[in-house]
């Protein structure tokens, strides 16, 4: 009998971990992701759904907008387990796509209040900051993969990619994270 391990998308069995400075990265595998699309004709569902350019937590889950009538839903501790069913009851009349092994979800950290995000930001991608407090999402490029971005509070910044890059957001990221340490 074959016996599989797990590995988080960086290749480990425990989650990545990165310090620099104020900053701390860290992966965070246990979050279940699922993409909710409205069906023609179909009420909105009984979930904390949030406008273009938001992201709101619910009860259980977190939601960001991704296009007309689409969301991805958050589900923190549900990435081994089935997700549907627990959506589905809550989402009459939506499409559901259980999407949590295409992406990656890494969570920055910073020790130092919203200015050492800030900067991270300001020098990662190219948004105007104004629009980018606490409670906002939008999908944006870091190096040359897409990403979104979730600002869950003044020092916290969720950064979704791809699975198959994660590798290389991963790098993009420490070492934005190095050189903004060396700036002070």
């Known amino acids: 009998m074959l016996d599989l391990i797990p590995l988080c998308a ?13 900053l701390t990265l860290t992966e965070m595998p246990e979050t ?16 904390d759904l949030p406008e ?12 960001f ?25 809550q989402a009459p009349g939506c499409s559901l796509t259980e999407q949590t092994d295409g992406w990656v979800l890494f969570e920055l950290q910073s020790s130092q209040g919203a200015e050492a995000i800030e900067a991270f930001l300001e020098h990662a991608v190219n948004l105007d900051l104004c629009k980018m ?15 979104y971005l979730l600002r869950r509070s003044d020092d916290r910044l969720a950064i979704w990619g791809m ?3 994660a590798e290389s957001l991963w790098h993009a990221l420490t070492t934005l994270a190095r050189r903004q340490s060396a700036r002070g």
């Open 52 to 63: 273009p350019g938001f992201w709101a937590a619910g009860a259980g889950h977190a939601a």
């Open 10 to 22: 960086l290749g480990a069995t425990t989650p990545q971990e990165f310090r620099q400075g104020a």
């Open 32 to 47: 279940g992701l699922v993409s909710l699309t409205l069906q023609r004709g179909a009420a909105r569902p009984a979930l």
């Open 65 to 89: 907008w991704t296009g007309p009538g689409q969301w991805f839903i958050e589900l923190p501790g549900r990435a081994q387990e089935d997700p549907i069913p627990f959506l589905a009851p």
């Open 163 to 165: 699975r198959s890059a």
């Open 133 to 147: 407090g606490p409670g906002r999402a939008t999908r944006s490029v870091i190096e040359h993969m897409g990403v």
